[in-house]
C-alpha cells in the first residue's frame, strides 16, 4: 500500500513521517511527500498511489483543488483531509469528491494511525473485489476468493500448484485435500471446484490417478516387490492397493507385473491396461 502525504508545512510532514508506525497502518509500501498541490500531481502522475494524506489549506491551490482535479482521471485514490478548521463547506465538498475519511488538526498521531488503518483496510478490499471481477469470481465470494486474490494466483496456476504438491507426496498416505487446501493457503471447497472446472475430475480422483500411474512404472521394474511399491504410491492397506489399482488399470498388482514380464520377454501378456473410469469410482479423501 502506498502512500502520498501533501502539506505544504515540512515539519507536519517531518512530525508525521517520524510519529506514524506506517506498517501498523497497512503503509508496506512507498511514502512520498509534496509541499504543493503542483509537486502532488507530479507524484500521481508517475507513481501508483493508493491513498493520499493531505492538508487542506495550502497556499494557490488547497486540498480541495488538488482533490478535484486528481477525481478527474482517477476515480479510486483514497483521500483523507487534514484542517485546522471545521469549515462546513470545505466537509460538504469533501464528501461530494469521495474523500474517505476528515481529521481536524492538530490530530494525535494514534488517531491519524487508526484512521489510516481503517481506510488502507478499505483499499486492500476494493482492490480484491476488482481482482474477483477479473477473475469471475464474483458468484463465490468469500475466504477462498480473498486468498486467491490474495496470493496473485490465477485458476491455472493454482491447479498447477495442487499438481506440484501431489506428485511431492504421492507416498503420504494421509495426503487429504483440506492438506493440499492448507498447504496453498486456499478453501477446500473452492480449491476442488477450480480443480475440476480444468481437470474434469476432482483433486481425490487426480490423486488415485497419478499414484495408479506411478504404481505401473514401479510395477514394471524387475526387482519391485508389489508390497513396497504400494507404500511408495501412498498405500499401508495393501487390499486396498490391489482394489484400486485394478479398477484403474482393469487387472490386479501382480497381474499386470506378470504381464508386463511377459511382454519384455518377447510375448504379449494377456491384461489390457488402461485409465479406468475414475469419475465413477470412490474417492479416497
Not at 224 to 248: L, T
Request: proline share 3%; with cysteine; hydrophobic share 40%.
Amino acid at each position: 500500500m502506498n502512500l502520498l502525504i501533501v502539506d505544504d508545512e515540512m515539519v507536519a510532514i517531518k512530525g508525521m513521517m517520524d510519529g506514524i508506525n506506517w506498517e501498523e497502518c497497512g503503509i508496506d509500501g512507498s511514502i512520498w511527500t509534496a509541499h504543493s498541490t503542483e509537486r502532488a500531481l507530479q507524484v500521481l502522475r508517475a507513481q501508483q498511489v493508493d491513498i493520499m494524506l493531505c492538508d487542506i489549506e495550502m497556499p494557490g491551490d488547497n486540498g480541495i483543488d488538488l482533490l478535484r482535479i486528481i477525481r478527474e482521471y482517477n476515480k479510486e485514490i483514497a483521500c483523507i483531509f487534514l484542517t485546522c478548521h471545521a469549515k462546513f463547506e470545505y466537509a460538504q465538498e469533501a464528501i461530494a469528491l469521495g474523500v474517505s475519511d476528515y481529521i481536524l488538526k492538530p490530530a494525535p498521531y494514534k488517531l491519524i494511525e487508526e484512521r489510516l488503518r481503517k481506510v488502507s483496510k478499505a483499499v486492500d478490499a476494493h482492490k480484491m473485489n476488482k481482482e474477483l471481477s477479473k477473475y469471475h469470481f464474483i458468484e463465490t465470494p468469500g475466504e477462498e476468493s480473498v486468498e486467491t486474490v490474495k496470493n496473485s494466483r490465477s485458476p491455472r496456476e493454482i491447479v498447477k500448484q495442487v499438481e506440484e504438491h501431489i506428485h511431492e507426496h504421492l507416498d503420504d498416505s494421509e495426503l487429504l485435500v483440506a492438506d493440499i487446501a492448507e498447504a496453498l493457503f486456499l478453501n477446500r471447497d473452492y480449491l476442488n471446484r477450480t480443480f475440476k472446472k480444468i481437470h474434469s475430475i476432482s483433486i481425490s480422483q487426480y490423486l488415485i490417478q497419478e499414484r495408479m500411474k506411478l504404481a505401473a512404472v514401479l510395477l514394471v521394474k524387475p526387482d519391485s516387490d508389489i508390497s513396497m511399491v504400494a507404500e511408495k504410491v501412498g498405500y499401508n492397506n495393501y487390499p486396498y492397493f490391489a482394489s484400486s489399482f485394478k479398477r484403474y488399470h482393469g487387472c490386479t498388482p501382480s497381474q499386470y507385473k506378470k504381464s508386463m514380464k511377459l511382454t519384455n520377454n518377447g510375448k504379449v501378456g494377456n491384461v489390457k491396461t488402461g485409465i479406468g473410469n475414475l469419475k465413477a469410482g470412490k474417492s479416497e479423501m
